[in-house]
């Protein structure tokens, strides 16, 4: 009985030991920051002036982000899955070529602050199945949610920057940043090989919108 009650308390003990690592670690990270040097000249290498870059904040996000895993920024802010939060105190420190995702989620603050109604647009594709349709993406590869889907090579091929949905330009900033900057993040990976075989499109395709990033005609319809 006393070797039941030791273990017992000794459940105990760790129990409240974890809980106030995690609470330290809660405290030490918070629940949002602002963007880092780094992350900032990452992006000033695609958006240069265009975004105000101090109203940016990076959230961590409840349930439904650490369900689905995926990121969200619906309003000029980022909205990051817990885990992926915690993991990504820096992205331009990041392992695996996160950093195309950030990038990707900067598009869409670059969309808003120049006035592209985000929100709106997430909610039609939502109510559309954007988010929850799967197609086989001839860019993005199999199981590719509807949103995402472009195929710049065939399809896509006479579209110009502003005809893509939002999500479709967040992908393509993304291929041009993991192309251009990410060479020496381990090459192999899947996204950088496609980024890679679509540079020349991209590149024309983002000619405007590089040139000239405070352009509001760039902003994607729907
Ligand atoms: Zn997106």
């Known amino acids: 009985m006393s070797n039941v009650l030791a273990s017992f308390k000794a459940k105990l003990q760790k129990m409240d030991k974890d809980f106030k690592t995690a609470s330290a670690l809660h405290l030490k990270i ?47 802010e980022i909205v990051l899955p817990r885990s992926e939060y915690i993991t990504n105190l820096d992205f331009s420190k990041s392992k695996g070529g996160l950093q195309h995702w950030f990038i990707h989620e900067m598009t869409h ?30 860019d993005s590869g199999k199981n590719e949610l509807k949103a995402y889907d472009t195929d ?14 939002f999500e479709q330009q967040g992908r393509i900033i993304e291929f041009w940043f993991d192309a251009m900057y990410l060479r020496n993040i381990d090459p192999t990976r899947q996204h950088h ?4 075989q679509l540079l020349p499109k991209v590149r024309s395709l983002l000619n405007n919108f590089l040139t000239n990033p405070n352009d509001k005609f760039l902003l994607p319809k729907e």
């Open 30 to 76: 918070g629940v949002r920051r602002k963007l880092t040097a780094g992350e900032i000249q990452m992006c000033q290498l695609v958006f240069k002036n265009s975004i105000d870059y101090s109203k940016v904040l990076i959230n961590i996000g409840g349930y439904i982000h650490s369900k689905t895993g995926n990121a969200m920024t619906p309003a000029g």
């Open 109 to 138: 603050v670059w969309q808003y602050q120049l006035g592209a109604p985000n929100g709106w647009f997430g909610i039609k594709h939502l109510c559309n199945g954007g988010y929850t349709s799967q197609v086989n993406s001839v």
């Open 152 to 165: 710049l090579l065939g399809r896509d091929y006479n579209k110009k920057f502003n005809d893509f949905n």
């Open 193 to 196: 090989q496609t980024s890679l």
